[in-house]
């Protein structure tokens, strides 16, 4: 299994500020990673896909970058409604999720 | 507009099975994977297996053989899950999502409660 290690498991940010989420592979996964948004009591909703790319109607906010085991989540001007948890996920082998990151507003 | 609707909340007792289903409309069915997920409070999500939706081709995370059967009826574009032999283990929200390596379309989740 591919281990994905997420950090860090909790952020408390301002609104208008930049947040950063990383995301760490046990192995090269070769830009194979998504990066997903999920609010309280809903299923998750995808927001990046190979990496760096922006799914469907997903704010320009929301960036993804990185390369072999390494790779992260940019959220610019942070707004009140990113307040969720994030979750990496890896699909170079079969499907692993990281552990999440809650984003709360300070 | 793609949609992945889910079957409501099941309260079920250790032992037992249970069948959830996922209805799709808004793309083609057989064209696509369906897979289905596992999110327990604190833990990380878990990919339980796919199910092509054209020839009902399965492939299964091992940690789920054998406690998940995957199907799919063509002519309703539904999906389904079996989980048999229920055990508190099993308590959890299933997603049901559309799977193209990553999951693009997330049903809206149901929670299985195992119970006495």
């Known amino acids: 299994d591919i281990q994905m290690t997420q950090s860090p498991a909790s952020l408390s940010a301002s609104l208008g500020e930049t947040v950063t989420i990383e995301c760490r592979a046990s192995?090269?996964?070769?830009?194979?990673l998504a990066w997903y948004q999920q609010k309280p009591g809903k299923s998750p909703q995808l927001l990046i896909y190979?990496?760096?790319s922006l799914h469907t109607g997903v704010p320009s906010r929301f960036s993804g970058s990185g390369s072999g085991t390494q790779y992260s989540l940019k959220i610019n001007s942070l707004q009140s409604e990113d307040v969720a948890s994030y979750f990496c996920?890896?699909?170079?082998?079969?499907?692993?999720f990281g552990a999440g990151t809650k984003l709360e507003l300070k | 507009e793609v949609q992945l609707q889910q079957s409501g909340a099941e309260l079920v007792k250790p032992g037992a099975s249970v069948k959830l289903s996922c209805k799709t409309s808004?793309?083609?069915?057989?064209?696509?994977?369906m897979s289905w997920l596992k999110q327990m409070p604190g833990q990380n999500i878990e990919w339980i297996g796919n199910?092509?939706?054209?020839?009902?081709?399965?492939g299964y995370n091992q940690k789920f053989k054998g406690k998940a059967t995957l199907t799919v009826d063509k002519s309703s574009s539904t999906a389904y899950m079996d989980l048999s032999s229920l055990t508190s283990e099993d308590s959890a929200v299933y997603f049901c999502?559309?799977?193209?390596?990553?999951?693009?379309?997330w049903g809206q989740g149901v929670m299985v409660t195992v119970s006495s």
């Open positions: 999502a559309r799977y193209i390596n990553y999951f693009d379309y």
């Open positions: 199910i092509y939706g054209g020839n009902g081709g399965t």
């Open positions: 996920q890896q699909y170079y082998d079969y499907p692993t």
């Open positions: 190979n990496a760096n």
């Open positions: 808004g793309y083609t069915f057989s064209n696509y994977y």
């Open positions: 192995e090269d996964i070769y830009n194979g």
